[in-house]
């Protein structure tokens, strides 16, 4: 039998089985004669749930599996008909979570995957997920609480995106599975309040197709080609309410990572100050890895002594450009004068010297904030040969991939950690991102 490869722009009819860990639905033909006809039979889809029946276009295919998005009713071939149980989409039937979205471009915009449910439910399936790594990976966490949003937080929630920009000058994010701009939609962008910052849009040279948009605290927002030799010289500022009682200000080069939902930013800080408390070391020191410009360690350090030894790939012209300060009075930091130039994914850029200076240090508390490829498992396995041969403190691991995660987790756990306690945030409302602090103790 002459067995069809599906092609992108195909219509086909399929049910949803599963929600997947990145926000899609996981997807078979819904009739089962037609596996004998086409292929792949493996589908990933946006903006269905399980149970669904419905009609999806195909945007991506690979070997073994396709990508896709729920169809609209409007853009469907004459030749699909039947009944439909929703208004705008082809689905022939609608899961009992699923909720009106509340923004007009869902599906037309790739900014968020879970605006077809209630915030709840998505809270719901990110612990199922969190949860399912966890288990992957054989770990045991004894406690873990997951946090959310008030309502009032889970909108206008980012202080930073990249944006794309189109040959007309439009301004937005790109359409799922594409590379085509959609604007903003009218009521403005649910996740960042672009919406009073329009008139102010830069009109960039037509070359450009990309910039970073950075609000700050004040509500002025700093635009800068994304990458380009300018953003080195641009900064900005954010205030930071934390402890509860101080309003720290940092001015950092636009370049630098900095967490993207400042209303979260307290609750996690506060999580990671408790894990403080629960090593019940004094002025303990402290080896940072991704440390960025010290952002984590230079808000502890407001509430408790300590001595940092920070190791990450900034260089030290880009972490001296960083200033703390409070109520127009910098704050004083040594972190500058500890801070060395790393590569934490390369194990062969790490010298003996490095080596040496951990091993000197002797560190009582390693804490790790890694990027979403989380800390590399030949990595450990060096520090641990020689430079944190001596280690058996706490370690605080701060993540935003369950994956990395998990695996890493593991990899602690062979060394004879185990897991005390681990707080999960929901730091990015509609997406399938959160982030998660897990606080590990040297078992015996």
């Known amino acids: 039998m002459n067995i069809r490869k599906l092609k992108p722009g195909a219509f086909v009819e399929l049910e949803c089985r599963h929600f997947v860990a990145e926000g899609l639905g996981l997807s078979y033909f819904a009739d089962d004669s037609e596996k004998e006809k086409f292929k792949p039979h493996v589908f ?62 869902y599906l037309r915009c790739g900014g968020c995957r879970m605006q077809h449910m209630s915030y ?12 399912a790594q966890l288990a992957r990976n054989k770990v045991e966490v004894p406690a873990m609480d997951f946090r959310s949003l008030p309502k009032e937080a889970r909108v206008h929630y980012r202080n930073h995106v990249q944006v794309h920009i189109n040959k007309f000058g439009t301004y937005g994010f790109y359409e799922p599975m594409s590379y085509r701009t959609r604007a903003f939609p009218e009521h403005g962008c649910l996740i960042f309040d672009e919406k009073p910052l329009r008139q102010s849009f830069p009109a960039f040279p037509v070359e450009v197709r990309a910039a970073r948009i950075r609000q700050n605290t004040d509500g002025n927002a700093v635009f800068t080609v994304l990458n380009s030799k300018e953003e080195q010289r641009v900064s900005a500022r954010y205030s930071i309410q934390w402890p509860e009682t101080r309003k720290i200000d940092i001015d950092f080069p636009v370049t630098n990572f900095f967490q993207a939902n400042l209303r979260a ?53 880009q972490v001296e450009k960083v ?3 409070e109520k127009g009075t ?8 500890h801070y ?11 010298s003996e010297a490095i080596q040496e200076e951990i091993l000197i240090f002797n560190p009582q508390i390693l804490l790790i904030n890694p990027p ?3 800390l590399h ?42 897991i005390r306690e681990m707080q999960a945030f929901d730091f990015f409302p509609w997406t399938h991102h959160y982030e998660t602090v897990t606080y590990l103790e040297k078992q015996g």
């Open 44 to 105: 990933f889809i946006w903006g269905v749930l399980p149970g669904e029946r419905f009609i999806a276009r195909i945007a991506k295919v690979k070997s073994k599996v396709a990508h896709g998005i729920l169809a609209w009713r409007d853009e469907l071939p004459v030749d699909i008909s039947g009944d439909f149980a929703h208004e705008t989409w082809a689905l022939r039937n609608l899961a009992a979570d699923r909720a009106k979205p509340e923004c007009d471009n």
């Open 330 to 337: 910098d704050i004083e930091s040594a972190f500058i004068n």
């Open 377 to 418: 498992p030949e990595m450990w396995e060096k520090l641990r040969a020689k430079a944190l041969q001596n280690f058996s403190g706490p370690i605080i691991y701060s993540s935003c991939d369950a994956a990395t995660m998990a695996r890493d987790l593991a990899i602690f756990a062979s060394a004879g950690y185990s």
């Open 323 to 325: 200033r703390f300060s």
């Open 120 to 131: 709840q439910q998505t809270l719901v399936y990110k612990q199922e997920w969190l949860r």
């Open 372 to 374: 979403r490829a989380g």
């Open 265 to 317: 930013i307290p609750f996690w800080l506060s999580t990671i100050s408790a894990f403080f408390e629960k090593a019940a070391i004094n002025s303990p020191r402290v080896l940072e890895l991704f440390s960025g410009f010290g952002f984590i360690s230079r808000m502890q350090s407001l509430v408790r002594p300590m001595q940092v030894l920070a190791l990450d790939i900034l260089t030290k012209d």
């Open 340 to 350: 060395r130039t790393v590569d934490l994914f390369l194990p062969q850029r790490v």
